[in-house]
């Protein structure tokens, strides 16, 4: 085996004759890695359509926001605040990740979605006065006035329930708010002095907030048949309890009620209107993940109307009307799908037409074929080119809500966008073709393992060496695996002290970064590192003395006379006391000649977590020299040295926009990778469910 001393004194040269020449023989397979620009591709008429994103399998449907013609076609899952104004004009709140957006659809069918707030921004219902009322943390209650969240009650005390007006009160919750007819907004608070005992409250057009009465825990707020207000109880082992709030002797009190439903597995949503004692009410099917909602009456009468539902949280809300029951809509959601739709109705039950309103069903993954195809990238997948226009696709974690443990699977998609599961089953985390076959790292046993490209074989072991581990308990091991446009494959191991990512998260054991390539014959060689040279925080180099191939993310090989290699490195700045700072990203450029260092721009998606890359992959494409193509976490960018950065698609901050098809930079929404298209003009993009190819501009 062929070993480097420590750091730059060496590695200079030994860069210039192995990295930079790949110094080591091997066969040209004709099939090359992301980046790769070898032999055996084919050869296909450039796009008609340059500069624009387009799909070629799978939906746009899952997670975020998207508008599409003046249409919500796109909702995330979860909706909070879902309510009409007298205008009849629909307002929510949703969010997607650490992204907030007020959502608007006007009566005349006009869609907005408004900037970004923070995560915890959450909607509630309008107010007598038709104000939206929105909580922001801090215990305190807003208004929206346009975009600008006004401060209606709240804020007073951090110590126990005041009641007051506007700042001079303090509320620690804002639970199952209500509008009731007197025109008071009823909710459930928590009072931090009583053990978190929960209070009714009151709170008025004016931001006077008065304390009632307390509530049993497990409380929720509905209508009364009057208008009023109205509980529905349901706490650990407890039977259901239903109870109006009645006012005697000038004193508020719990009148239970006479009529308690027998059925313990529905939970009431919203009272339906003109019925005195009958609800919406949602339930999970019986023996199956099947979730229905179905009108019920307090009498105990069967429920009737039952509707199957797609997703498992469901919100209902009225549309007012002054003359007929107004239409009702449905909000189905499932988080592990990651979609929201919207239904209208006509309250005409049991045989009321449903219709789609807003959003789209999640679309979850695990169907082939050609138009129909679905996929499930939320959970991570690697992607290769097949070297025949197509793509290779590991999901790492597929399947629909309904199974507990999602399985790994193994699909193509060809360039006409026909997708089909393999019979094999993948094992590894990250793949690469190289000499004729399909190869795989295999974590458990810190080997790479190979198949033949087609799945038609099972896996053997090929290579096993100690250099596949960078040393620690929860080692990752291989997290890079490329091939160069002569077919040789390399591999790289990191060391990471940064919280949270492999061995860093349990206990930051030691750790090593090495750069090598392996030939045909299964030989391996390290290129760049020193295998002995074990790293902790503490004796991790500084930013300024590091050497690149110990923060390498990704490789790609543009090849050439001058045998250009490129190599991300997502740099780690750590203060005095060996903790993570933030990161440095940067391009590194190898060639016969040596090495260029090009740092690239903090700017992008700086709304990330300090602790997450900013560029998560690299790829360069035959014929297109000094070109570099970068994914961020909801874009994909080009760099050259005349232009720096440059942005192709998406947003170039993690604003998750849903993904919008058309003339760049279009949208795109959690990029998940980034491999070469079908010609010099094209890149495949994996968003959370769907392939896109991205046209490139000239």
């Not at 191939?549 to 991300?568: H, K, R």
Request: charged share 20%; glycine share 12%.
């Amino acid at each position: 085996m062929d070993m480097t001393s420590r750091f730059d004194i060496q590695v200079q040269a030994i860069t210039r004759r192995r990295f930079g020449q790949w110094g080591l023989a091997a066969a040209a397979s004709g099939v090359a890695g992301c980046g790769g620009g070898g032999g055996g591709e084919p050869i296909v008429e450039p796009p008609a359509k340059a500069g624009t994103l387009e799909i070629v399998a799978g939906a746009l449907g899952g997670g975020g926001f998207a508008i599409s013609k003046g249409e919500m076609v796109r909702l995330p899952a979860e909706l909070t605040g879902l309510s009409f104004d007298s205008k009849r004009d629909l307002q929510f709140v949703g969010v997607y990740g650490r992204d907030s957006r007020v959502g608007r659809r006007t009566h005349d069918g006009v869609s907005s979605f408004a900037p970004t707030y923070p995560h915890y921004f959450t909607g509630h219902l309008f107010d007598a006065m038709d104000r939206y009322l929105v909580t922001t943390g801090g215990g305190s209650v807003h208004y929206l006035q346009g975009e600008t969240p006004v401060l209606l009650a709240g804020g007073g005390t951090n110590t126990g329930l005041v009641d007051g007006v506007g700042a001079s009160a303090s509320l620690f919750y804002f639970d199952s708010p209500l509008l009731a007819r007197d025109g008071l907004v009823y909710f459930i608070d928590q009072d931090p002095q009583k053990g978190f005992q929960p209070m009714l409250r009151t709170l008025g057009t004016d931001g006077t907030v008065k304390t009632l009465l307390p509530l049993p825990r497990g409380s929720l707020l509905l209508e009364s048949a009057t208008g009023g207000v109205r509980r529905h109880t349901k706490f650990a082992g407890d039977p259901y309890e239903w109870a109006d709030l009645v006012l005697v002797g000038g004193e508020y009190q719990w009148r239970v009620l006479p009529n308690q439903w027998p059925f313990d597995h529905w939970t009431p949503l919203m009272k339906v209107q003109r019925d005195q004692d009958v609800y919406w009410a949602l339930t999970e099917g019986l023996g199956t993940r099947e979730w229905v909602i179905a009108h019920i009456d307090l009498s105990g009468v069967t429920p009737s109307g039952v509707w199957k539902l797609r997703g498992r949280k469901v919100t209902v809300v009225r549309e007012p009307s002054n003359t007929a029951p107004g239409a009702l809509f449905v909000a189905c959601s499932d988080p592990l799908e990651g979609g929201t739709e919207v239904v209208a109705c006509r309250l005409e039950m049991p045989t009321t037409a449903v219709s789609r309103w807003l959003g789209a069903p999640a679309n979850a993954g695990e169907v082939d074929g050609q138009s129909q195809a679905r996929f499930s990238f939320v959970r991570g997948v690697e992607a290769l080119p097949d070297g025949a226009g197509g793509l290779i696709l590991l999901e790492n974690q597929r399947g629909n809500s309904s199974e507990a443990a999602p399985a790994p699977a193994l699909r193509s998609v060809s360039a006409s966008g026909q997708v089909s599961t393999w019979s094999l089953e993948p094992r590894g985390n990250r793949m690469a073709i190289a000499y004729g076959h399909l190869i795989a790292y295999d974590t458990q046993n810190r080997a790479l393992i190979r198949t033949s490209t087609n799945g038609q074989s099972a896996w053997q072991t090929w290579v096993s060496s100690s250099y596949f581990a960078s040393g620690g308990r929860h080692d990752p091991g291989v997290q890079v695996l490329r091939t160069d446009t002569t077919g040789l494959l390399w591999f790289a191991t990191r060391y990471s002290p940064q919280p949270g990512d492999g061995d860093a998260y349990f206990g930051r054991a030691n750790g090593n970064a090495l750069v090598g390539a392996i030939d045909a014959n299964g030989q391996v060689k390290i290129v760049a590192g020193d295998p002995q040279a074990l790293y902790t925080p503490q004796s991790y180099p500084p930013l300024a003395q590091r050497p690149w191939y110990m923060d390498i993310a990704d490789m790609a090989f543009e090849g050439g006379t001058a045998q250009v290699s490129w190599v991300l490195c997502n740099r780690v700045e750590l203060d005095g006391a060996t903790n993570f700072v933030r990161f440095h990203p940067e391009l590194v450029r190898i060639d016969t000649q040596g090495i260029q260092r090009f740092a690239l721009s903090l700017e992008i998606d700086r709304n990330l977590p300090i602790s997450e890359a900013p560029f998560k992959q690299i790829c360069v494409l035959p014929g297109r020299p000094g070109e570099v193509f970068l994914s961020s976490a909801c874009g994909v960018h080009r760099w050259t040295q005349a232009k720096g950065l440059e942005l192709l698609a998406g947003q170039a901050e993690f604003t998750p926009g849903g993904v919008l098809l058309g003339q760049l930079p279009a949208g795109l929404n959690l990029v998940k990778f980034l491999a070469p298209g079908v010609d010099r003009r094209s890149l495949y993009v994996g968003s959370e469910n769907s392939v896109l190819k991205l046209v490139l501009p000239d």
